[in-house]
Nanobody, 124 residues
């Protein structure tokens, strides 16, 4: 069973909003570690979008600039990413991820378990 399953990706117009969700398997122990969202556009390297630790502290990529919000629902075992004011440069495959080595003070370079991704497209 794949422990991290993303959903919610679709095509949305410029300036629109989208909410991505990651369903985490109930037995997945790393849900209590740092969890995050990453993205990868064609021809570009994967980059960190947002992350949240077990205390609820968050970090965001510089390009987010207040437009996205990451959240966890511990009762439902889900990790969400609310994205507002979307731009064409936000077009990418978005991945849910977990760190197996950090549970607070998340760092984007500490993530080592990945979902299969969901596509977000923001046409010009």
């Amino acid at each position: 069973q794949v422990p991290l399953v993303e959903s919610g990706g679709e095509s949305v117009q410029v300036g629109g909003s989208l909410r991505l969700s990651c369903a985490v398997a109930s037995e997945y122990v790393y849900f209590t570690y740092c969890m995050g969202w990453f993205r990868q556009a064609p021809g570009k390297e994967r980059e960190g979008v947002a992350a949240i630790d077990r205390r609820g502290s968050t970090i965001y990529g510089d390009f987010v600039k207040g437009r996205f919000t990451i959240s966890k629902d511990n009762a439902k075992n889900t990790l969400d990413l609310q994205m507002d004011s979307l731009k064409p440069e936000d077009t990418a495959t978005y991945f849910c991820a977990a760190s197996k080595i950090r549970f607070w003070n998340c760092k984007f370079d500490s993530f080592n378990d990945w979902g299969q991704g969901t596509q977000v497209t923001v046409p010009e």
